[in-house]
């Protein structure tokens, strides 16, 4: 109940790309789509926001801080796969 109230939050935002890479974020894969985007896992954070899995690792593996915060609010966070 908890992430559908976060990806409510998301969808209300109308966020569609990655802060991160700005391309595509798939939150709601199409049936039958092939392109790189749609294959990519998204990952959100408690904060609600919404990020491909592997641009948030590679930003956290850059971060000098021992706990990372998200890339756009600056908040500690806790991931959610989505």
């Known amino acids: 109940m908890y992430l ?3 990806l409510h939050q998301v969808i209300q935002r109308g ?3 990655c802060p991160i890479c700005l391309t595509a974020l798939s939150i709601a894969p199409e049936a039958g789509s092939s392109s790189q985007s749609q294959c990519r896992h998204t990952v959100m954070l408690s904060c609600s926001h919404l990020f491909h899995q592997i641009c948030l690792e590679a930003f956290e593996s850059f971060s000098t801080e ?5 890339p756009l ?10």
């Open 4 to 6: 559908t109230s976060l």
């Open 15 to 17: 966020v569609k790309d």
């Open 66 to 70: 021992s706990r990372p915060s998200c």
């Open 73 to 82: 609010c600056r908040s500690a966070y806790c991931k959610k796969l989505t």
